[in-house]
């Protein structure tokens, strides 16, 4: 599996931007008519979140293993223009966008805090978490875990057997600070978050190792099961105690996360997603002022869905044509001016680069 592209990660791209556009579209839709959204909804939201936080695990964290198998280096320096490009300025233009057309909906990007929306600094207060562009809290998250993965591999790159232990010993670490701070600062950080890309970083051992087993059941019973794990998790969440509730979700929502994204590295197959899985950092990035703005309307509910998807599909892929695609042709140039004579191993190859 080592350097193969790993197409089906198109299809789970796709799938977790529909499931956190449908949670937000859901919740914004009864909040302006002051209804409570179901459960099973609301965290359609936090499943889509795992699902790409386990698929960063995988992405980011597999090039490295990879390296360290093969004897060679990791291209360090291609791999932060990469990630800089491929997710800071699609969001500096959308959060612009917004800040100038709707900004109502990104206060109070246009009048304080500033530097702390655009570099990512949210997520380290209380008052700022969900502020600016609502999702951006776990780009925030993203962007520290792309500091922290070269980092982990630097550590172990000569302890490979001490690997197994140290993503269970940060797991663990995770889930401890989960326990301390449901909702604080802390446990809203990569410390918090943990967890779920720990889960990927472990697909991507398994992936590139030739000793390891993998299984043998197929797409449709993988996710068939984390879909029934789901409703369950969701029958079992809203009746714990708040701290149980978090921390079920939590551990439930990432080993969720983790069997969706398991057939992308036993079962490759050919995407079917391909054209959403493209537009799925665009559609992250573009929904939630979108759909917000539309529920204040009080358009007729076929009309609001249909409306704020073509919206936010037409900003995603204007996003991707003229943006994301002409700064990673400009990305993938730069990268190579830095590259030295060194085996550098393959980057996990997909489609679409959105991490």
């Not at 198109?10 to 919740?27: F, Q, S, W, Y």
């Not at 109502?104 to 929306?117: D, H, K, L, Q, R």
């Not at 029958?235 to 069997?259: D, F, K």
């Amino acid at each position: 599996m080592r350097g193969k592209r790993l197409e089906r990660l198109d299809d789970l791209r796709g799938v977790a931007a529909l499931l956190v556009v449908t949670c937000h579209a859901t919740e914004l839709w009864d909040a302006t008519r002051r209804r409570q959204t179901p459960h099973d909804l609301a965290y359609l939201g936090s499943f889509g979140v795992a699902i790409f936080f386990v698929i960063s695990g995988l992405v980011i964290y597999r090039p490295f293993v990879s390296a360290r198998a093969t004897g060679g280096r990791s291209d360090l320096w291609g791999y932060a223009v990469r990630r800089l490009t491929r997710i800071v300025p699609p969001y500096w233009v959308a959060l612009a966008f917004f800040a100038v057309v709707l900004p109502a909906a990104v206060s109070p990007v246009g009048s304080t805090g500033i530097s702390t929306f655009w570099a990512f600094g949210q997520i380290y207060t209380h008052g700022t978490y969900f502020q600016g562009l609502g999702v951006a809290w776990s780009l925030g998250v993203e962007m520290s875990f792309y500091i922290a993965a070269p980092l982990i591999a630097f550590a172990l790159r000569r302890r490979d057997s001490l690997e197994p232990y140290v993503l269970v010993g940060l797991w663990l670490l995770s889930f401890l600070v989960r326990v301390a701070s449901p909702d604080g600062v802390i446990g809203g950080t990569i410390v918090g978050y943990f967890g779920w890309f720990a889960v990927g970083m472990w697909l991507a051992r398994a992936s590139c190792s030739t000793t390891t087993a993998k299984p043998r059941l197929g797409p449709a019973w993988t996710w068939t099961l984390a879909g029934a794990g789901y409703l369950l998790l969701c029958e079992q969440v809203p009746t714990a105690w708040p701290n149980q509730g978090t921390l079920l979700s939590y551990v439930g929502l990432g080993l969720l996360g983790g069997l969706v994204v398991l057939p992308a590295i036993t079962n490759p197959g050919r995407p079917g997603l391909k054209w959403l899985g493209d537009r799925s950092y665009g559609v992250y990035l573009w929904h939630f002022p979108i759909f917000q703005w539309l529920a204040e309307q009080r358009l007729a509910l076929g009309l609001y869905a249909a409306v704020g998807l073509v919206l936010t599909l037409g900003a995603a892929h204007f996003s991707h044509r003229y943006l994301e695609q002409p700064l990673m042709r400009r990305a993938s140039a730069l990268a190579k001016l830095r590259r030295g004579p060194v085996s550098v191993a393959p980057p996990v190859r997909t489609s679409s680069e959105v991490a």
